[in-house]
Each structure stands twice: as structure tokens, then as C-alpha cells.
T-cell receptor, first 111, second 116 residues
Framework: DQQVKQNSPSLSVQEGRISILNCDYT??????FLWYKKYPAEGPTFLIS?????DKNEDGRFTVFLNKSAKHLSLHIVPSQPGDSAVYFC??????????FGTGTSLTVIP | DADVTQTPRNRITKTGKRIMLECSQT?????MYWYRQDPGLGLRLIYY???????NKGEISDGYSVSRQAQAKFSLSLESAIPNQTALYFC???????????????FGPGTRLTVL
């Protein structure tokens, strides 16, 4: 049973606009969340993370929002750039143990 | 040089064959992981190891075994490969859990395995 879900397999946005990628989880014991970015023929690379004690974390153009009551997190990319085109995975962990990954969202930023 | 390396990068094998995928890291991390990626299913954890003497099953360990030969090396074996083990396999490493740190995993480039 998928504990971390990304319901949008793909997303297209215009360059310069905002990209919003969504992620839902079912396990209330998850207390740490991460976003990874993956280009073809490469392994995923870390983008940004958030602890359950926060509801927002920002790093440059990337912001992650966490809504614990809704068991939902989102990644905002502003402004979107063509180099952001990749597959984005969210991941969740409880008590620092194993991580559970979502199915991924393929983002295309149109120049 | 890459911090996490995987060999081979591509492998085609036949049903019933034994195959080993190898992972090496120069990051000095204690924790190592094996994942597989399938279309529409994302990354799923096969096995993980928090130190040389610690091996744990992940979500989908059936049909797989692992060996942690040293802190830097973690191998994944398919004792008798079957077609539904065709997938992209990733090794990853991380430090032990540190409060306030990003605690991310560092992934290798992946091994594309095809079982005919």
C-alpha cells in the first residue's frame, strides 16, 4: 500500500511561472519529508527538506509547505526555469528510519 | 570522481540466472540502501543497512539478498532472476540521523537490469 502519493504524473508550466508539485501521505508517524529531483540516466539528487515541527522551508527558488492536519506537502518553484524540467519525488520518514518515496511527477518547463 | 558508484550500469540476463549488483561509496557514510524504480511505482526500498553488522528488509525484499562487505560496499543479489525484476536499481547512502541536518540520501547513477 502506497504510503506516499503523488497524484499528478506530469505537469507543464511556462518559464517564469510558478510550478506547484503536490504530495500526500497516509502515515501520521512520518515526521520528516524531502524532495528529490531526477534527471534521465542519473540518480535522484536532494532538493529540500522539512521537519514536521515546521510548516514551511525555503531555499532560493524552492519552497516546501507542510500541512500536517491534511497530511499534505507541496513544493513551489518560483520562477520556473527550463533546467528545472525533471522528475520530482517526495519522500517521507518516521523517526529517522527508512524512507518512503512517492511515484514521482514529471515537470516540463516550457521556454 | 563520483561519491556513490554502481556496477554494472546496464545488464541483460536470462531468467534463472544469479546476478549481483555492486555499490561502492567514498562518502564515509554508515547507512546504505538499495531501491528499485519501476514506471508508475516510484522508488521502493529493497534492503537497507545502518552499519556493517546491520541488515534490514525493506518493502520488497522477496527474491533479493544483500551483503555489506565493508562500510563502503553494499551488494544486491538476485539468486534466480525473473522477468518482473526488470527495473532500474539505485544504491544510496546517508549519514546517521542528525537533528537539524538535511539528512538526505545520496544516490548512485543506477543500474538498468533487464531479465529476459
Amino acid at each position: 500500500d502506497q504510503q506516499v502519493k503523488q497524484n499528478s504524473p506530469s505537469l507543464s508550466v511556462q518559464e517564469g511561472r510558478i510550478s506547484i508539485l503536490n504530495c500526500d501521505y497516509t502515515n501520521s508517524m512520518f515526521d520528516y519529508f524531502l524532495w528529490y529531483k531526477k534527471y534521465p540516466a542519473e540518480g535522484p539528487t536532494f532538493l529540500i527538506s522539512i521537519s514536521s515541527i515546521k510548516d514551511k522551508n525555503e531555499d532560493g527558488r524552492f519552497t516546501v509547505f507542510l500541512n500536517k492536519s491534511a497530511k499534505h506537502l507541496s513544493l513551489h518553484i518560483v520562477p520556473s526555469q527550463p533546467g528545472d524540467s525533471a522528475v520530482y519525488f517526495c519522500a517521507a520518514s518516521g523517526a529517522g528510519n527508512q524512507f518512503y518515496f512517492g511515484t514521482g511527477t514529471s515537470l516540463t518547463v516550457i521556454p | 570522481d563520483a561519491d556513490v558508484t554502481q556496477t554494472p550500469r546496464n545488464r541483460i540476463t536470462k531468467t534463472g540466472k544469479r546476478i549481483m549488483l555492486e555499490c561502492s561509496q567514498t562518502k564515509g557514510h554508515d547507512r546504505m540502501y538499495w531501491y528499485r524504480q519501476d514506471p508508475g511505482l516510484g522508488l521502493r526500498l529493497i534492503y537497507y543497512s545502518f552499519d556493517v553488522k546491520d541488515i534490514n528488509k525493506g518493502e520488497i525484499s522477496d527474491g533479493y539478498s544483500v551483503s555489506r562487505q565493508a562500510q563502503a560496499k553494499f551488494s544486491l543479489s538476485l539468486e534466480s532472476a525473473i522477468p518482473n525484476q526488470t527495473a532500474l536499481y539505485f544504491c544510496a547512502t546517508s549519514t546517521g540521523w542528525l537533528a537539524g541536518a538535511s539528512n538526505e540520501q545520496f544516490f548512485g547513477p543506477g543500474t538498468r537490469l533487464t531479465v529476459l
